[in-house]
């Protein structure tokens, strides 16, 4: 504080000097972490002079002479625009701008005839600091800072432009931006907000997808007591923004100011800052972590001179531009500060881009019903080679669509329409126990190449609703002709659980594949089931050498449940291991069956197993994710991967997708000398994650060598080659307990987690939808009680529609077809040549993969009866 007790306002980065706290003076600390700290230290003593000149900016006696007022005032007047009238000088132009530059006060709300009424405190709706100029290049060239003003504290911006904009365009949106509001035409009741919590984001006219994603930024925005306005100069007027008529303003920044417009528009870091009444005209990138403080030998020139207009303080800009002593031009190279004008924290390498949001198609007629939510997508050809899709809806309704005419060519209810059930809530998520379509699964009608026949199944038990639960009959696989006429069914009839009742599990997983039948000494095509149900096994700790078959299918019914695909229903033996609830199945053909499990109860990562199509019902390997032998609960598990949201297999390869959609792990099957195991190669984030609750986040699909993912928060759908990702070097190869590495994945920059995206540089293709597939519901605001004020107004989401991300996929050669929650179904661009399938041309669709989001607590899972387990019980009774 100085004698006058007008307070100084220091940033917690900024160096400290005698000539801000000469010994004896006192300082306040003032910081607010839910509760407001202040600190009064007093300088007790201060360092001898020689170390204290080590921390002062200006020691020269060439910048002693420059920081002489009358030199700095004598340059400034020999700039040739400071004799221009006053009409034609820049404040006149752009008055409101001018005024905040300087430290004046400027109204947020002011009527048009001039009265105040503007609830902010004149003293606190200040500046703290400006910075103009590209003063920093962080992730790629667009995201280069040009201009930012910090509110009087520091601590929060007030207007920021993230990327470089012709000056006079920007002048003219940053006028816009400060130009006070009438309070009686208010939409964005800016009454409520401080004047450091309103902050001003100015885009460039040309830039579509930048100011797309500051709305969607703007739309996720839930911070406390902030509100955040997008200007920008358009001819087009929106109702979601501050946009500005599009005139040419009668003021050449080009003309006025020719050096500094040419060093503001040389694409180098030439930029200067205004703060506490001090001006630094600077050379190269920002330093610190805004990018926003230099170091000494940044400095072109430093001014104390006190200005009286933005005018002014131009002129100092346009008389500092000299290095050396020698007049700095736009085109000169400066080796110490030029050399490297590339981001300093790079991004993602984008992936091939598939396709413009505006250029995807919407198949279905918009309905917004979430009855129709969209439960299951399958691609496939009919006899005359037109592309079919199939979709399951969650009203039990099963419709066949024309892909190349964008039309439906039947609807039918083949499931009861459980969406009006009492027990179930309207909500996103019921996709994880849908009543209607659960599953699709298109297979060819004998060995015919053109014929096909769909398979499907459901969650609701069979019998509902007519017959009460406990008197349900066994889930089945239904299977219909292309026409939708009813063909054959399979019962997964699977014996009683151990409590005695019938167990009757849900479907979780249906995929097909050959195996052979020792019997017949012949492969046959087999349809196997994974069932959401455990069963209590003999325990054979991961290690198969003396695995015996008939030991196993004795002691009682298995969890996967195969059967001879084109008998009238016919099952086989099924396979039984683990005590995990099935999650997914995978097939790598004519040799393996990959089953994926899930843990009783709170759904952690169970297991995977290997299982031989050339033995069915023998397990080869098996990777754990879960180690029930550590005592502490919270280190039994063995993975980062929670839950997977599906599989894609290419050969030995495998790339899973987690439940959000938003990790993927790359596995690959190493068959050494006739002894395959599972090699765990790593993990890669896609950066999806959106949520800690719920159970659905995430799709995969899976077509050739190429997968999909999505999740239903974000518009964007990432494709990957599944035989790429096993060695790619941005795959993480650390595994272990998810705990390790909670603290890593929290942070939300790139600097503090650079694996955060690593993902998308392995992704091979990426896409955006448009959101609800281009059909928005028509949502009203959610009125904030009045505790909440400040907080912005959210879009009433109880409508259960989520976020309008794609819920399913399907992809097939040049085809890939996203469904969303409100019933639309869209398709992107055609793909290009090089993401077409290789090598299978059936018309098998969803054949070789398939996921379930069963949830593992509140869904009824029965642990099948185990015979082995009841006579070692008897034995023990009669001890």
Known sequence: CNEDLEEEVIFCHEKLSTEWLPQGSVMTVTYDYGSTTTLFLKVVKTRPTAVQRGLQYLTSSEEATNNNPSKQEEDMKAVPAHKLPKDQQIDTHFPHLSNIVVGKYVPVLQRKQGSMEDPHDSSGSRIGSIGFGKSACVRDEKNAPFLFMEGRTLCNDVLFCPTVIEPNELLQVAEQAWTPRDPDHDPDKLKQYRFDGIVRLLAPSDDD??????????????????????????????????????KSASFDFQAVFPKTYGMLTNQKFRWFQYKKGVL???????????????????????????????????CAVEASWIWNGTELTADMFLPQFDSDLGPSHPGPTQPFSLGTTEKCVMISQPCNQLKKLVTALAITEDKEGKTILYSGHDDGTLAKWSLEDNIQLWSKQIYIDGTNDSCRSPSVWGVNDTMGVAGIVIRPVGKSKTNHCIYTWTHAYEGYPDKDFEDREASKVKCWQSDGTYKRSYSCDVGDADDGT?????????????????????????????????????????????????????????????????????????????????????????????????????????????????????????????????????????????????????????????????????????????????????????????????????????????????????????????????????????????????AEEQRSSEEGNPRKYAGREIAVGHISFPLWGGN????????????????????????????????????????????????????????PSQFLEQGDDSVSANHLASSSHLPSDVWFHPILECNGMHEDDEDDENE
């Not at 610190?288 to 940044?298: A, L, T």
């Not at 519901?777 to 991300?805: H, Q, T, V, W």
């Not at 992809?811 to 890939?816: C, D, M, N």
């Open 209 to 246: 997808e930048l100011y797309q994603m500051l709305e969607e930024n703007q739309r996720h925005d839930y911070g406390f007591e902030s509100k955040a306005l997008i200007y920008r100069l358009s001819s087009s007027p929106s109702s979601s923004s501050r946009n500005i008529s599009n």
């Open 280 to 314: 630094h005209v600077i050379c190269g990138r920002g330093v610190g972590h805004k990018h926003r403080d230099f170091e000494h030998k940044q400095v072109l020139k430093r001014w104390t001179y006190k200005f009286e207009s933005f005018h002014e303080l131009l």
């Open 502 to 742: 019938v167990a009757h599990p849900s479907i979780a997983a249906v995929v097909f594949c050959d195996l052979f039948m020792e019997d017949r000494n012949m492969w046959v095509d087999s349809m196997v089931v994974g069932l959401h149900c455990a069963s209590n096994s003999l325990d054979w700790e991961g290690d198969y050498s003396q695995f015996d078959l008939d030991d196993a299918q004795e002691s009682g019914e298995g969890n996967i449940l195969p059967f001879y695909e084109h008998s009238n229903g016919k099952r086989m033996e099924t396979w039984r291991d683990s005590l995990g609830l099935i999650s997914s199945l995978a097939v790598i053909p004519q040799k393996y069956v990959l089953s994926f499990s899930i843990q009783l109860g709170h759904g952690s990562s169970d297991a995977m197993v290997l299982w031989s199509c050339e033995e069915p019902g023998v397990p080869l390997c098996r990777h754990d994710f879960w180690d029930p032998s550590i005592r502490n609960p919270l280190k039994q598990s063995l993975s980062r991967l929670y839950g997977v949201a599906g599989i894609s297999v290419w050969g030995t390869d495998i790339i899973m997708a987690d439940n959000e959609g938003d990790r993927i792990a790359a596995v690959v099957v190493e068959d050494e000398e006739g002894n395959p195991c599972l090699g765990l190669k790593g993990y890669a984030s896609i950066g999806n994650k959106c949520r800690e609750d719920g159970g659905f986040h995430g799709r995969m699909a899976m077509s050739g060598p190429h997968a999909i993912v999505a999740n239903q928060s974000f518009p964007d759908v990432w494709m990957f080659h599944t035989q790429e990702c096993r060695d790619h070097p941005k795959l993480d190869g650390r595994d272990g307990n998810e705990h390790k590495f909670y």
């Open 776 to 831: 928005k519901p028509n949502r009203k605001k959610r009125k904030n009680p009045p505790y909440m004020i400040g907080f912005l107004e959210r879009d009433d989401d109880a409508d259960g529609f989520g976020e309008g991300g794609p819920i399913v996929l399907a992809i097939r050669g040049k085809w890939l077809v996203a469904g969303f929650s409100n019933g639309t179904i869209a398709r992107a661009p055609y793909l």
